[in-house]
């Protein structure tokens, strides 16, 4: 009895210890790699989703101002420029003129209303690295392209650059 | 004797109030019941974070749909501002015929042509017309009968691109009118 309990107290057998080291070093490696991987994904599909946000941003202010604007106001507009600016006019009933302009400048895309600033149309945390617009417009309609690139700014393995594109028709 | 002197020692030590019973309590983790624990933690955990990544993984085909949705509705602007410029643009193009939409940056204006590229090596943008007939009495579109109308045509703007293996498509229906008559 007493020769019994002294075997058991005499921990474990290096089999064992070696059996169990290499077990949960597998498992925690398979773990730890996991989590990376994880932690990767996420990371790109929080940058995915605010690239998609900014551009429908950008495009519900495009489809916004050309709902109600009729001319495109060549002096102030930059066309065929990866840093491109679009200033559009709107005549309200009694004949005043709205001038909306938007424009990339440091990667962001802004509006000003009336020369006035608005405020940002894209998310701080992605960049706008093209915002290109072509004119469209002919003797009997105006209209314009846009071509716009959104990128995540981040240099890694995770980068994300993704390109959109509308063409629009004044009223 | 030896054990009886050692589950004292342990009932004194921690105060337990029936010291037999609980002999086997205070004995601590065997190395297979550790194993055990550790392996349905690890294997727990890892079963949880494939799950989250695989969510995550959902989300990523939206930008691809956002991307397309602006393209088809772009395919629908090129066929407007086609028609705008003149009727001919659109009542050149065959029916049933798959066309590609291109920019031409020189004469800065949207053309159909039967060359069908890619956009941003991705997405496949298509637009087929179809003829349209109207009911001789009330001039309305009609899916059979009635008579051609050369001045209204119904058209399909597709895009489609290739996820996870698999071609997903995005399509405007429409019809275009000569409104302008010229």
Known sequence: ?171 | MFLKKQLKFRSKKHDMTSCTSHTNLNRGFSLAEILIGSSIICLSLILIINLETGISKLGFGSTQRVQAGMLAEEGVTAINSMRNASWQNIGVLSNNTLYGLYWNQSNKNWQATTTISLVDNKFTRTVVFTPINRDIASFNIVDSGGVPDTDTRGYVVSVSWQENGATSTRSLTSYIHNIYNK
């Open chain 1, 1 to 171: 009895m007493n020769k019994n309990m002294n075997n058991k107290q005499s921990g474990f057998s290096l089999m064992e210890t070696v059996i169990y080291i290499s077990l949960m070093t597998v498992l925690l490696f398979t773990l730890l790699s996991l989590i990376d991987s994880a932690s990767r994904t996420y990371l790109i599909s929080k940058s995915s989703r605010d690239i998609e946000r900014s551009a429908v941003g950008v495009v519900a202010a495009f489809e916004n101002q050309v709902n109600s604007a009729s001319a495109i106001d060549i002096v102030n507009t930059k066309f065929d420029n990866a840093t491109g600016s679009i200033s559009l006019i709107a005549y309200d009933g009694a004949g005043h003129s709205t001038t909306t302009k938007i424009y990339l400048l440091n990667n962001q895309v802004f509006l000003d209303q009336n020369n006035i600033y608005v405020g940002p149309l894209s998310l701080s945390d992605v960049r706008v690295t093209n915002l290109t617009f072509r004119n469209m417009s002919t003797s009997t309609f105006n209209g314009f392209k846009v071509e716009m690139t959104i990128d995540n700014g981040t240099s890694s393995d995770q980068y994300l650059s993704e390109n959109f594109y509308n063409s629009y028709i004044l009223r």
